[in-house]
């Protein structure tokens, strides 16, 4: 990650046509500190320069944020399901995993790669024996950048709006978006 030098947030101050008290008020700074930033007098705290940076990338609407990726509709098996109806509900679908919910609350995965290895006594078992871990949830807030770390190491990404699910996002969400 490049930081900005004084000069390089300051032009895009005032490229946005804000104020340093706009900007100070939108990062939760005070606007002496934003004068002493952009003049060159102080170093921030790397904390204080994401706060404002974030601030600048907010007023220019360059932030994309989880819940403007999100599918609303996540298509999940609950735990007591079977696996023969977790199997169908991914065929129906064309989907390759599923997210386990529980009342709203996401408490496992289940994928193709782990219904391979099943013998067919195993259809009439219940998902929760054979599921993995819930994929990483995030607040509807969480950024493209985290939402895209995430998605390095995980098939998809939670939302989730105190504690209950409200959508989804697999990297085929992030393509299709960012195309």
Do not use: C, W
Not at 46 to 68: C, F, H, K, N, Q
Not at 168 to 176: N, P
Request: net charge negative; charged share 30%.
């Amino acid at each position: 990650m490049e930081l900005p030098t004084p000069a390089d947030l300051r032009q895009r101050r005032t490229d946005l046509e804000l104020t340093q008290s706009e900007l100070a008020e939108r990062a939760n700074v005070s606007q002496p500190l934003i004068a002493r930033i952009e003049g060159g007098d102080v170093d921030p705290r790397l904390s204080t320069l994401r706060r404002i940076v974030t601030a600048l990338d907010e007023a220019a609407g360059d932030i994309i944020r989880a819940a403007d990726l999100m599918n609303e509709d996540v298509v999940s098996v609950d735990p007591d399901d079977t696996v023969g109806e977790a199997a169908q509900t991914m065929e129906q679908e064309a989907y390759s995993q599923l997210a386990v919910i529980r009342d709203g609350v996401p408490v496992g995965s289940i994928s193709q790669s782990e219904l391979v290895h099943l013998d067919a006594d195993s259809r009439d078992e219940p998902v929760s024996e054979h599921m993995a871990e819930s994929f990483p949830t995030v607040s509807k807030d969480a950024t493209l950048d985290e939402v895209s770390n995430l998605l390095d190491h995980y098939k998809a990404v939670m939302i989730t709006d105190a504690g209950e699910t409200v959508g989804i996002i697999t990297e085929a969400d992030l393509a299709a978006r960012l195309s």
